[in-house]
């Protein structure tokens, strides 16, 4: 058994015009040469990038252009399989860290995961942050992981084990959200304060009200920042998408290339279905959507797929395999995808039902709950 759980803020690689390196990453971690990798994919102000290094005798760099703090994940790989670190074993070596324009040194004797920083104000005041508030989700499921591994074959056996195991990672947690409010409200200037208060927005649920005198408050330029926009078209989003509410119109491409609006459905009853390639719930509940799909198509209805990928290719992979045949569509920029900021999705599945006139008549409708729905609307 394993303790999942959600990257909460995606990160979204692609290539971008070059521009002159303003940051420096030097490392040494033992003594690994080739095959081993180091990965990093790096996000900032919505600009996302992928980047890897082989390692030499231990060592690597990488240098790259950052328009504001840097929100990125860093991976070793002694076979130079990233996505073995990240998802298969639930132990791997893997940080999720914060760099600004610096030249930044690591060094460590055997992991990335222990390795020193030296050379970034931003990294320290992360450290600071984590110092108050506490460990982040990614450590304490990385530690309980970790736990899990070394636990006896009678304790793997152990339902009461698992469950204080289970305990202590909840409890952990609630400290954390409880910490983050009080730092947010605390430090205004910080933009820690800023990362704090979308942290408890999108992993929290914390409701809109309550976090938006909090954003109030924050520094304007934490305002007025990219990260700062995007969560305040979240938090005014609940207004947005209210039930009888003109639903936002958006356009984004499809799996082709072809840009695809939710205005082209007017006419249609149509479900805006937000979901991603790495979503399990999400791809659970494609066999009852291919159902209803199946049961009124002829009748008005259809669906539209708004996939918060990053990665075209899994995301193509996953419309194959599980057999979708509406319409599809993503930006392909993770998290950052416009359509989600503007809906207010903090997780996924979500979903809104559309009229033909394009007002917002249901959301968050899964399962028996959408079945009842369409039956109810179709049979008018």
């Given at each position: 058994?394993?303790?999942?759980?959600?990257?909460?803020?995606?990160?979204?690689?692609?290539?971008?015009?070059?521009?002159?390196?303003?940051?420096?990453?030097?490392?040494?971690?033992?003594?690994?040469?080739?095959?081993?990798?180091?990965?990093?994919?790096?996000?900032?102000?919505?600009?996302?990038?992928?980047?890897?290094?082989?390692?030499?005798?231990?060592?690597?760099?990488?240098?790259?252009?950052?328009?504001?703090?840097?929100?990125?994940?860093?991976?070793?790989?002694?076979?130079?399989?990233?996505?073995?670190?990240?998802?298969?074993?639930?132990?791997?070596?893997?940080?999720?860290?914060?760099?600004?324009?610096?030249?930044?040194?690591?060094?460590?004797?055997?992991?990335?995961?222990?390795?020193?920083?030296?050379?970034?104000?931003?990294?320290?005041?992360?450290?600071?942050?984590?110092?108050?508030?506490?460990?982040?989700?990614?450590?304490?499921?990385?530690?309980?992981?970790?736990?899990?591994?070394?636990?006896?074959?009678?304790?793997?056996?152990?339902?009461?084990?698992?469950?204080?195991?289970?305990?202590?990672?909840?409890?952990?947690?609630?400290?954390?959200?409880?910490?983050?409010?009080?730092?947010?409200?605390?430090?205004?200037?910080?933009?820690?304060?800023?990362?704090?208060?979308?942290?408890?927005?999108?992993?929290?649920?914390?409701?809109?009200?309550?976090?938006?005198?909090?954003?109030?408050?924050?520094?304007?330029?934490?305002?007025?920042?990219?990260?700062?926009?995007?969560?305040?078209?979240?938090?005014?989003?609940?207004?947005?998408?209210?039930?009888?509410?003109?639903?936002?119109?958006?356009?984004?491409?499809?799996?082709?290339?072809?840009?695809?609006?939710?205005?082209?459905?007017?006419?249609?009853?149509?479900?805006?279905?937000?979901?991603a390639s790495w979503c399990s719930p999400c791809r659970a509940e494609s066999p009852n959507l291919l159902k209803q799909y199946a049961a009124?198509?002829?009748?008005?209805?259809?669906?539209?797929?708004?996939?918060?990928?990053?990665?075209?290719?899994?995301?193509?992979?996953?419309?194959?395999?599980?057999?979708?045949?509406?319409?599809?569509?993503?930006?392909?920029?993770?998290?950052?995808?416009?359509?989600?900021?503007?809906?207010?999705?903090?997780?996924?599945?979500?979903?809104?039902?559309?009229?033909?006139?394009?007002?917002?008549?249901?959301?968050?409708?899964?399962?028996?709950?959408?079945?009842?729905?369409?039956?109810?609307?179709?049979?008018?």
């Amino acid at each position: 058994m394993k303790l999942n759980f959600l990257i909460l803020a995606a990160l979204t690689p692609f290539v971008a015009v070059a521009q002159d390196p303003n940051f420096t990453i030097t490392g040494k971690i033992g003594n690994l040469n080739k095959p081993a990798k180091i990965y990093l994919d790096y996000s900032s102000d919505g600009e996302g990038k992928t980047d890897s290094a082989e390692l030499v005798n231990g060592t690597f760099k990488f240098t790259g252009h950052i328009n504001g703090i840097a929100s990125s994940r860093m991976t070793l790989s002694r076979e130079g399989i990233r996505d073995k670190e990240i998802y298969a074993t639930g132990t791997g070596d893997v940080i999720y860290v914060s760099f600004g324009k610096e030249n930044i040194h690591i060094s460590s004797a055997d992991s990335l995961y222990n390795a020193r920083w030296t050379g970034s104000k931003v990294y320290d005041e992360l450290q600071a942050f984590d110092r108050e508030v506490g460990p982040t989700v990614m450590k304490v499921h990385h530690n309980a992981n970790v736990t899990l591994s070394r636990a006896t074959p009678e304790q793997q056996k152990d339902t009461l084990y698992f469950k204080e195991l289970d305990k202590k990672v909840r409890a952990y947690r609630k400290s954390r959200g409880e910490k983050m409010t009080e730092f947010a409200r605390k430090n205004p200037d910080s933009y820690f304060a800023l990362q704090a208060l979308s942290e408890l927005v999108s992993g929290y649920s914390m409701k809109p009200e309550a976090a938006m005198p909090i954003f109030e408050k924050l520094n304007e330029s934490l305002r007025l920042s990219y990260t700062g926009q995007g969560l305040y078209k979240i938090l005014n989003a609940h207004t947005v998408t209210a039930t009888g509410a003109a639903a936002p119109d958006f356009t984004q491409n499809d799996v082709n290339g072809k840009p695809v609006s939710l205005s082209d459905y007017k006419g249609k009853y149509v479900l805006v279905e937000f979901w991603a390639s790495w979503c399990s719930p999400c791809r659970a509940e494609s066999p009852n959507l291919l159902k209803q799909y199946a049961a009124y198509k002829d009748k008005g209805f259809e669906i539209l797929g708004v996939s918060v990928d990053s990665d075209k290719g899994k995301w193509m992979e996953a419309i194959k395999k599980d057999g979708l045949t509406w319409p599809q569509i993503s930006d392909l920029k993770g998290w950052e995808n416009e359509a989600r900021k503007v809906y207010g999705i903090s997780g996924v599945p979500a979903n809104f039902l559309v009229s033909p006139e394009g007002k917002i008549i249901g959301s968050h409708l899964v399962g028996e709950a959408l079945n009842k729905k369409l039956a109810e609307i179709m049979a008018d």
